[in-house]
């Protein structure tokens, strides 16, 4: 009985302790700040700095998007004796590309993921590094013509500049959006109405509308020639890929391109594999070492499986003009910014 009773008590008799306590306190503070201010002197205010959540970090480093590029031990192992073994014990297995085609083949079976003909996605992981310790490879935007096209699914709008209404309907029935003469531009386009550029080569002296010139070779969406239903189906079955630098690590880089769809024959799938490294590995002097560290066959859309592809059958050996034009590449970059 008289210990509920003194609980009681205690518990009735916190509250008004905390509140004097509190108050006592912030008492004291304001005098103290008093006196700083009659005396002159500044209190130091101090800022906590946030620490970055991982989550933030996994989103703006593209080379940590799945699957994540890390850096390998020293001391893994090259190749396991046994039919199981700990992943995190050894080197990732790479494939050459048969192989890997006929595990994704059996992996979109309609007996597992059901996808036969699904989209096949090639990524590769660069070293941007160049000789120089801050200077690394530019990023850039590049498009080329597969040697075995498909449909890729992507909707893109063609612009067509041509002054004869006969190649205007060539034009058309290949597959571009808009065909107007290049007159008509100012006044009735806008340059969001397209996506691709392409013009006769009767125009090659005229500069195009929009900054559309073959003179500007940082535009990978324009093109001049001859053969306009030539140049609209480059652009209607092409693809296109980034090179980006990763944010987080800047000497690493990653670009995604599309290669083919799954149900393709194995001898088209690697001839689009093989024009990709040949439009991407000249991008980096191969005197600096390798310039494609990872290469990694996926389907789209993504699945938790994946394959590291051996690419030494498709990269070339540096030559003596290689080395002598290792270290021109940071000069041609500098003036290109001036």
């Not at 190749?79 to 994704?104: C, G, N, T």
């Not at 530019?138 to 067509?160: N, V, W």
């Not at 092409?238 to 024959?265: H, R, S, Y």
Request: glycine share 4%; aromatic share 6%; net charge negative.
């Amino acid at each position: 009985m008289i210990n509920s009773l003194l609980l009681d008590m205690f518990s009735a008799t916190l509250p008004m302790l905390i509140t004097t306590r509190g108050a006592k306190r912030r008492g004291v503070q304001a005098l103290r700040k008093l006196k700083e201010a009659k005396l002159g002197i500044k209190t130091k205010v101090v800022k906590k700095e946030r620490a970055s959540s991982p989550i933030t970090t996994t989103n703006s480093s593209i080379a940590a998007q799945y699957p994540a590029r890390v850096e390998l031990l020293p001391d893994l192992l090259d190749e396991p004796l046994d039919s199981v073994w700990k992943l995190q014990s050894y080197m990732p297995k790479r494939y050459f590309i048969k192989d890997a085609l006929a595990l994704h083949r059996e992996l979109q079976s309609p007996s597992m993921y059901n996808n036969p003909s699904a989209l096949l996605r090639l990524r590769l992981d660069l070293n941007m590094t160049l000789e120089k310790k801050t200077k690394f490879v530019e990023q850039s935007k590049q498009f080329i013509a597969m040697p075995h096209p498909f449909d890729h699914g992507q909707k893109r709008t063609i612009l067509a500049f041509a002054k004869d209404p006969h190649i205007q309907v060539i034009a058309n029935e290949a597959g571009a959006e808009i065909t107007v003469e290049p007159l008509l531009v100012d006044d009735h386009l806008c340059v969001a109405d397209s996506e691709r550029c392409c013009s006769n080569r009767r125009y090659r002296l005229q500069r195009l509308p929009f900054g559309h010139d073959d003179r500007d070779k940082s535009t990978q969406g324009s093109a001049i020639g001859s053969d306009i239903a030539a140049l609209v189906n480059h652009f209607r079955t092409g693809i296109g890929f980034e090179v980006i630098q990763d944010a987080i690590n800047p000497q690493w880089g990653v670009t995604n391109v599309l290669i083919g769809k799954l149900d393709m024959p194995d001898d088209d799938l690697e001839e689009n594999m093989k024009a990709v490294i040949q439009t991407v590995y000249p991008l980096r002097s191969p005197a600096l070492g390798p310039f494609i560290e990872r290469a990694v066959l996926m389907v789209v859309p993504t699945v938790m499986e994946y394959f590291e592809i051996d690419l030494s059958p498709y990269l070339p050996e540096p030559t003596d003009e290689d080395e002598q034009d290792g270290g021109d590449q940071e000069e041609q970059m500098e003036l290109r910014k001036q």
